[in-house]
């Protein structure tokens, strides 16, 4: 009569199981059967705390030379029972009070997408478990992919990890981290122009390149050193890029923070700030891509869209918390009448 496999196997389907079903649920609001008093982000911080642990247990418990069996049985059962579908209903939880809000989402999905790699890299460590306990079944020395087993085991960790600083962050922090990201493709774009200026200085092609090589998009256009009139309309450029670095980081020091000064709690504001924000960065790669083409007709009109949106952007962090004059108030109201040409802009 054949042997029962071992209660591992049954618990590892399940297991299995659950994080395949896992992964579709989580761009489904919560039902409202499940809504509860919990605060989705304190429920995704202790779920995400909670695998950490259970994991490190578990792993501890695969230690060769002898794997602790129930120890492996036991810990597999508590991520599945707890902490897993903990994980899951605070996402879910984040997109229906998105959805009851009439928000975006920002913070939801940014919850989504790192949840969803934890998914993954849990189902990618039962994997490794699974093959080396049946090397172990098999007379292996417990040894078998014990590297695996680690190296997958630190994914799971570095998961969980950033989901418990996302549940620290908010939609303020992860939309201020966003701005951060687009404030340094401004920067780079800056630097490329610069390199450019450069080249032109020097008399040299101005970035033209060989003529066999590949576009790489930032290629320039007729060889020579800039005339006047261009080198005023480069200089325009220049400012207004320094310009966009300038409010970038005036809204993500005084308007993307926690505490009284910032906009916290304002999430339907600060997700508009986001979406503003990520609409310059691409004017800015086209106007800097024009420049160096020499296309001053076109860079006249990019000028002119750049300085539509970092009006819009500056108008929409110019009131404080609660639509309120604060004492940084002036300083956007400036920073927009300078882009429109009627005063001068100031340093934060």
């Given at each position: 009569m054949a042997s029962s496999p071992p209660a591992y196997t049954t618990t590892l389907k399940t297991f299995h199981t659950l994080l395949s079903t896992s992964l579709p649920a989580l761009s489904t609001p919560a039902p409202q059967s499940t809504l509860t008093t919990v605060p989705p982000l304190s429920l995704l911080s202790d779920a995400a705390s909670l695998t950490k642990a259970h994991t490190t247990r578990l792993i501890l418990s695969l230690k060769p030379p002898s794997p602790l069996l129930e120890g492996i049985e036991k810990f597999l059962l508590s991520l599945i029972s707890e902490p897993i579908p903990s994980l899951v209903l605070s996402v879910q939880l984040l997109h229906a009070d998105a959805k009851e809000r009439g928000l975006k989402g920002v913070l939801a999905k940014e919850v989504q997408r790192e949840v969803g790699k934890l998914v993954e890299a849990l189902g990618e460590l039962g994997g490794e478990i699974e093959a080396g306990l049946k090397a172990y079944e098999e007379g292996g020395k417990g040894e078998e992919g014990r590297g695996m087993q680690l190296q997958k085991t630190g994914r799971v960790w570095e998961g969980c990890d950033r989901l418990v600083g996302l549940a620290q962050k908010g939609v303020v922090g992860v939309v201020g981290d966003a701005v951060k990201r687009q404030a340094d493709l401004v920067k780079d774009a800056?630097?490329?122009?610069?390199?450019?200026?450069?080249?032109?200085?020097?008399?040299?092609?101005?970035?033209?390149?060989?003529?066999?090589?590949?576009?790489?998009?930032?290629?320039?256009?007729?060889?020579?050193?800039?005339?006047?009139?261009?080198?005023?309309?480069?200089?325009?450029?220049?400012?207004?890029?320094?310009?966009?670095?300038?409010?970038?980081?005036?809204?993500?020091?005084?308007?993307?923070?926690?505490?009284?000064?910032?906009?916290?709690?304002?999430?339907?504001?600060?997700?508009?700030?986001?979406?503003?924000?990520?609409?310059?960065?691409?004017?800015?790669?086209?106007?800097?891509?024009?420049?160096?083409?020499?296309?001053?007709?076109?860079?006249?009109?990019?000028?002119?869209?750049?300085?539509?949106?970092?009006?819009?952007?500056?108008?929409?962090?110019?009131?404080?918390?609660?639509?309120?004059?604060?004492?940084?108030?002036?300083?956007?109201?400036?920073?927009?009448?300078?882009?429109?040409?009627?005063?001068?802009?100031?340093?934060?």
């Open positions: 800056e630097e490329e122009l610069k390199g450019w200026i450069v080249e032109c200085s020097a008399d040299s092609a101005c970035g033209s390149g060989d003529e066999d090589e590949e576009d790489d998009g930032w290629g320039g256009g007729e060889e020579g050193e800039l005339e006047e009139d261009e080198k005023k309309t480069v200089e325009r450029v220049q400012k207004r890029l320094r310009s966009t670095v300038i409010i970038f980081f005036a809204v993500g020091k005084r308007r993307l923070v926690k505490g009284s000064e910032g906009l916290e709690g304002e999430d339907k504001r600060i997700e508009e700030l986001g979406e503003m924000a990520a609409k310059i960065s691409p004017v800015v790669d086209d106007l800097v891509g024009l420049t160096t083409e020499r296309e001053w007709e076109e860079v006249g009109d990019e000028l002119g869209k750049l300085d539509d949106v970092l009006i819009k952007f500056a108008e929409l962090a110019e009131l404080g918390r609660d639509g309120k004059e604060d004492k940084f108030s002036e300083w956007f109201r400036k920073f927009r009448d300078a882009v429109k040409g009627s005063g001068p802009e100031s340093s934060t």
